[in-house]
């Protein structure tokens, strides 16, 4: 587990100094801060291995090279971590046409205005979905609930993290959808929508907000 930030120019892991960030250049045009790491540790190979022998076919057929960063119809969207999710497919959309940002309750936070700031000015952005879904434990909590739950279950005491639960999920996808509507570092003219994902159908239904 990390401790701490690389403010003063290292990483704490284990009361171990692990090194400096470096900056490097993704393909996507951002220049990102990656740790160097002095202090290494073998990659988890038996964790991962059906991930790495997937990929391993997956690269035969690869036909996406030419893409570029730029979201090629111009969507980005905000929605769950749920495993339910296929968001390119609930759309009839495929790798390069959109730019998917995901949490726990596809709750508009201060990391997504972030990203989408960038998404708007620079990486083709003109359209904006938040998209929640139905069977959300996100929403069917609250705040004080998921805390007591982790705390019951494994000892755990997460009350410094704000998990932005809600016992009115209509109400929060239009605060967030607002929140992102009025957002002043946000590109002009881009459209913002919020829809609710079912889970159990498959259909997204356009929320008014
Ligand atoms: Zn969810």
Same mark, same amino acid.
């Given at each position: 587990?990390?401790?701490?930030?690389?403010?003063?120019?290292? %990483?704490?892991?284990?009361?171990?100094?692990?090194?400096?960030?470096?900056?490097?250049?993704?393909?996507?045009?951002?220049?990102?801060?990656?740790?160097?790491?002095?202090?290494?540790?073998?990659?988890?190979?038996?964790?991962?291995?059906?991930?790495?022998?997937?990929?391993?076919?997956?690269?035969?057929?690869?036909?996406?090279?030419?893409?570029?960063?730029?979201?090629?119809?111009?969507?980005?969207?905000?929605?769950?971590?749920?495993?339910?999710?296929?968001?390119?497919?609930?759309?009839?959309?495929?790798?390069?046409?959109?730019? %998917?940002?995901?949490?726990?309750?596809?709750?508009?936070?201060?990391?997504?205005?972030?990203?989408?700031?960038?998404?708007?000015?620079?990486?083709?952005?003109?359209?904006?979905?938040?998209?929640?879904?139905?069977?959300?434990?996100?929403?069917?909590?609250?705040?004080?609930?998921?805390?007591?739950?982790?705390?019951?279950?494994?000892?755990?005491?997460?009350?410094?993290?704000?998990?932005?639960?809600?016992?009115?999920?209509?109400?929060?996808?239009?605060?967030?959808?607002?929140?992102?509507?009025?957002?002043?570092?946000?590109?002009?003219?881009?459209?913002?929508?919020?829809?609710?994902?079912?889970?159990?159908?498959?259909?997204?239904?356009?929320?008014?907000?």
């Amino acid at each position: 587990m990390l401790v701490g930030t690389p403010l003063d120019g290292g %990483i704490i892991q284990d009361g171990r100094r692990l090194g400096k960030p470096e900056l490097c250049l993704h393909t996507c045009g951002f220049s990102v801060n990656r740790l160097k790491w002095t202090t290494m540790s073998a990659f988890p190979a038996d964790s991962f291995k059906d991930l790495t022998e997937a990929n391993a076919e997956y690269v035969k057929s690869f036909k996406y090279s030419e893409l570029t960063g730029v979201a090629q119809r111009g969507l980005a969207i905000v929605t769950c971590m749920d495993s339910r999710i296929n968001p390119l497919s609930v759309i009839g959309m495929r790798s390069g046409d959109a730019k %998917i940002l995901r949490n726990a309750g596809a709750r508009v936070t201060e990391d997504v205005l972030r990203t989408l700031v960038l998404a708007t000015y620079l990486l083709g952005v003109k359209r904006i979905l938040i998209m929640p879904h139905t069977d959300c434990r996100m929403a069917e909590n609250s705040e004080e609930e998921i805390h007591a739950t982790i705390d019951e279950q494994f000892g755990v005491n997460t009350s410094s993290l704000e998990f932005r639960t809600t016992n009115d999920q209509l109400g929060a996808l239009a605060t967030d959808v607002n929140r992102v509507r009025s957002y002043p570092l946000l590109n002009k003219g881009v459209s913002v929508g919020g829809a609710i994902y079912d889970v159990k159908t498959g259909a997204i239904t356009p929320v008014d907000c």
